[in-house]
């Protein structure tokens, strides 16, 4: 318990002329662990939230931030009373604004300040009543009030007037915030329903701002209409503003790309494929890295926890602008179906895709040997549109039978086929995508050699689709062999290098993602997270 005074204790005369002197002699070098006062802290420690660091007692240079007028001063102790005193590093006379003398319990000593000013420098010693020498000074800062006055701008999504750009493009938005204190330290911001932030400027997301408290930041709209940005500033102590609003039109876009394999909307096809965390990266098939053009965080999946658990099929949308639907399909379980309208964004929710049954309205379609459930399925692709429209038509494997589920209408698969009798266990299924002169093909990989084999899907004379070449996995074109040890994940793009024919892409058992001119010419693309 602290006794404050407004003078100095009574005690031995020695102590008495010391304490006059103001703030002691420091403890001699090397006495430190056994100093009968030690390990002096503040409580909550000073930092800087733009770093994440939280000073020392004893650290040089400025000294960190605190967000609270009323800190607790601490030492650990084997005298049975401690006095502390703190000073206003802030006045030219170094003012003395707390004296208190606190009594030793379980060996730890401290006192709750009071009386302290927003915005002043303090630092503060301890020392033991009846003991020599004081700890080395404590210094920190006070800054309680949390940034205001929070605003955005930007040209290409203005609040009011004609947008200079539309939905699916990238727009230049700045953010400022009044903080006369310690200054704003960053950013957080959202155009979706929920915004997160952290402790500190190091958590995920966080925009650092500038010296002048500003931060530009680019940011790609994904969806037409009115959007909202929702803004929340951090200031060096830490502390974190009100969230405030930014509403703003972003129109369609009047031409809209329509490239099959892509999922952000930029004309380009794309490369699915979780990171080491669960989250889904979305890398752009020309990029030359491993960077992803966006990330989908991992409680997106239709678990909640990973999109690692699931095989994501892409290739064809529905009533949306020409981007690619994404169906996350975990094996034995079931496909889930992502509608597309956000640019790869996937913030439109998630709903099953029921197994195909019999049409509600004409006469059944569902041949004998298709099970009830999708307990057997344990691979699923998206061969692709085998109309005049981009629906998709998908593949699976069940118990070794290749089956063909056709798209009638948003996603009801009610015409099925199966194709061939041979067995399709023991292969991986990839679907290039269309080539440039408008044919189909599957690609399978035989898991136990790793031979690579191609199986057209060409037009009939009278139009159709012949999927003769679908019948037996065994019966396709070599192309090349990918050891399953050494690539464990294959899949293709689609067309990612413009030359008309479509791309493998693989991921080795190191984790690095190679990208091929067709089959070949394999390119190291680095790392994947």
Known sequence: MARTTGRLPAVAAGAALAAVAGLFTAAPAGAADSAPVRDPRTVPAPGFAATGQRTACGDGGAPGWITTAAPTLAVTASTP???????DDGTPEHTEVFDATATTTAGTAQAAVTGLTDGHAYSWRAKGVHADGPTEACRFRVDTTAPAELAVESTDFPSSGDPAKHAGQTGSFTFTAADPTSGVACYWYTTGPYLGFGQDCTSPNAVPAGPDGRATVPI???????NTLTLRAMDHAGNISWPAQYTFYAPSDPNPPSTPGDVDGDGVPDILLPDAKGNLQIISATATGTAPSSVVAANRA??????????????????HAPMDDLIA????????????ADYGSFTGGVRSVDRPADSPWDEPTIPAGFAPDWAKADQMVSLGAL???????????????LWLLTDVNMYSFWSVRKLGA???AGYDLITPGRAADGTLALWSRERATGA???HPVTRAADGSWDLSALADPAGGTLIGTFPVADYPTLGSSGDGTGDGRPDLYAVTAQRHLLTFDGVTSPKDRGALS
């Open 81 to 87: 009373e401690v006095r502390f005193t703190v000073r």
């Open 422 to 424: 041979a067995t399709w």
């Open 452 to 454: 690579l084999r191609s």
């Open 220 to 226: 790609r709209v994904t969806s037409w209409g009115t």
């Open 302 to 319: 239709p678990d909640g926890q990973s999109w690692g658990n699931y095989q994501l099929v892409h290739r064809g949308w529905e009533q």
């Open 329 to 340: 399909f975990r094996p034995h379980y079931g496909p889930y179906l992502y509608n597309n």
């Open 387 to 401: 109309g005049e429209d981009q629906r998709p038509s998908l593949l699976t494997v069940e118990d070794g039978d």
